[in-house]
């Protein structure tokens, strides 16, 4: 299978706790994509890298959030101190290129 | 900034009808235009693009032109199957104000046979 694969698919945490997902991009795309979606809403842009460097953050990355993309190939978004607030679909995606960008399946969060 | 905004669902259709779902876009400049469908419990799947004015995206027997002068990217099909029951959304990408996609809420189908 040569999409993005993201893991777990489905974690659920109790609030106050730490996690961390992680994304496999399609081999040799150089950009990488985070993205959270709510019920009945559309995707939000969380962050972007280019290889290894993050060069977009939005402002619904609060501190208690952080992702990295080591050597430019799988990345990991964690999340510090989870809150019910956070429960939601975090989808990753990956590009060679503008403009399209292409999805994985989702981790789905659920905090209790 | 940019933004769509979609036809809001949920959407019921019988097996064969014609299938409209409007969607609308404010930029800036010339985005690239986007329709992607998600099935339950999956991630997002691109349907079909097109990067500049009239430029018609084609896919799976659905179509959406890019029209300019009425800011709009409507998703057409002329004939659905039950197979087609998922979220469809409208995105857009500029790429001189961000690297990030703007997405619009979602359209609920469901065909019945």
């Known amino acids: 299978d040569t999409g993005v694969s993201q893991n777990p698919r489905h974690k659920i945490t109790k609030r106050g706790q730490n996690v961390t997902f992680r994304c496999d991009p399609i081999?040799?795309?150089?950009?990488l994509y985070w993205y959270r979606q709510t019920l009945g809403q559309g995707p939000e842009f969380l962050t972007y890298?280019?290889?290894?460097?993050?060069?977009?953050k939005s402002r619904l990355l609060s501190d208690r959030f952080s992702a990295e993309r080591p050597k430019g190939s799988f990345s990991t978004l964690e999340i510090q101190r989870t809150e019910q607030g956070d429960s939601a679909m975090y989808l990753c995606?990956?590009?060679?290129?503008?403009?399209?960008?292409?999805f994985g399946q989702g981790t789905r969060l659920t905090v209790v | 900034g940019n933004s769509v905004t979609q036809m809001e669902g949920p959407v019921t259709l019988s097996e064969e009808a014609f299938l409209t779902i409007n969607c609308t876009y404010t930029?800036?400049?010339?985005?690239?235009l986007f329709w992607y469908v998600q099935y339950p419990g999956e991630g997002l799947q691109l349907l079909l693009k097109?990067?500049?004015?009239?430029d018609k995206g084609s896919n799976k027997g659905f179509e959406a032109t890019y029209r300019k002068e009425t800011t709009s990217f409507h998703l057409e099909k002329g004939s659905v199957q039950v197979s087609d029951s998922a979220v469809y959304f409208c995105?857009?990408?500029?790429?001189?104000?961000?690297?990030?996609?703007?997405f619009g809420a979602g359209t609920r189908l469901t065909v019945k046979p």
């Open positions: 097109a990067t500049k004015a009239d």
């Open positions: 890298f280019q290889n290894e460097a993050q060069l977009e």
């Open positions: 930029a800036t400049g010339y985005p690239s």
């Open positions: 995606a990956s590009s060679l290129g503008p403009p399209e960008a292409f």
């Open positions: 995105a857009l990408s500029d790429l001189r104000w961000g690297n990030d996609m703007r």
């Open positions: 081999s040799e795309h150089n950009r």
